[in-house]
């Protein structure tokens, strides 16, 4: 009786380690995961920065990717409505999101090798119009539209029953929404080095972050309130939760409805305290430094922002 105790705790701690390994192993996952966390941490250590809330958030935001796409939470995806809408939550909204609110973009790129550095800095200079697609991508409203097109897109109930049975587009769909996440919310979080222009202004992105809300309201509304199966495929896959298809469905559409749209008051939040820092800071009269003190931007610092 004595070593039931012991045995439980065991058993749990087996288990947790069971539910943390991966349902089908991804080297790419992995590798992508650990070279942003090696960039990062080697960038803090060059810039002789010690960690705080943004590293804590950058942290957050890069396991949050991780555990969706590398733990027992994939399998419960592909076998739960629910789930899956729970994982894409994470990859295309919070996980994104918290990376992008950290503003890691100075301490990636001090984590890079100085020679892919110089080879980055070469070609660009060489080919400039490499940019020009990314900063259309970029670009307040279209980000906005083709955030809220990829939730549609993997929705429509014929594309979404051939994704959940092919590898290759069930991994195209998940690259997609973690990639477009981060691509979306990084325009909106975006801060320019010093001495850059602001060419994306706060109010633009409030009112995309205002605009993207609605598209997912009315989706996952449309989802939640519906009376008939609109995704045949978990039926077929089998049960993993003890709640029926109609139920699934309905948690699935709320979590479309109410989490994907409240991201956006939260971004908006954000974004408001950071629009008044920075008006306080463009208050303040400006120090003149001396002409061998003062501040380059880095030539790499921003590619989608001229001066």
């Not at 065991?10 to 943390?20: E, G, I, P, R």
């Not at 590398?70 to 629910?82: E, H, K, L, M, V």
């Not at 809408?85 to 295309?92: D, E, F, M, N, Y």
């Not at 892919?116 to 279209?142: D, K």
Request: glycine share 6%; hydrophobic share 55%.
């Amino acid at each position: 009786m004595t070593d039931s105790p012991t045995s439980a705790l065991f058993s749990s701690v087996a288990s947790a380690a069971a539910f943390l390994l991966p349902y089908e192993f991804s080297p790419t996952v992995l590798g992508v995961c650990l070279l942003a966390a090696v960039l990062y941490f080697r960038g803090l250590r060059r810039l002789n920065r010690k960690a705080g809330w943004d590293t804590l958030l950058f942290a957050l935001g890069l396991v949050s990717i991780y555990l969706v796409l590398q733990t027992q939470i994939d399998y419960y995806g592909r076998f739960s409505f629910f789930m899956h809408r729970t994982q894409h939550l994470v990859l295309h909204h919070l996980g994104p999101f918290l990376i992008a609110v950290s503003a890691p973009a100075s301490v990636l790129l001090a984590g890079l090798p100085q020679y892919m550095i110089r080879i980055m800095i070469t070609f660009r200079a060489r080919y400039p119009a490499i940019t020009w697609p990314i900063r259309m991508i970029q670009a307040p409203f279209v980000s906005g539209l083709l955030f809220v097109a990829i939730i549609y897109f993997w929705l429509i109930p014929g594309i979404h029953f051939d994704a959940m049975l092919s590898m290759p587009l069930y991994n195209a769909m998940n690259w997609g929404m973690a990639i477009d996440g981060l691509m979306f919310w990084w325009m909106i979080f975006r801060q320019p080095p010093a001495g850059m222009l602001e060419t994306r202004h706060y109010g633009v992105r409030l009112l995309v972050l205002f605009l993207v809300m609605f598209p997912q309201i009315l989706l996952g509304a449309y989802i939640a309130l519906s009376t008939t199966d609109l995704y045949p495929i978990y039926a077929l896959c089998g049960r993993v939760l003890p709640l029926n298809l109609l139920q699934e469905q309905a948690l699935g559409g709320l979590v479309t409805w109410i989490p994907a749209a409240m991201m956006s008051v939260l971004g908006a939040l954000v974004l408001l305290v950071r629009w008044s820092q920075r008006s306080k800071m463009d208050t303040t009269p400006p120090v003149v430094l001396a002409p061998t003190a003062q501040h380059t931007p880095h030539p790499m610092a921003d590619p989608y922002t001229t001066t």
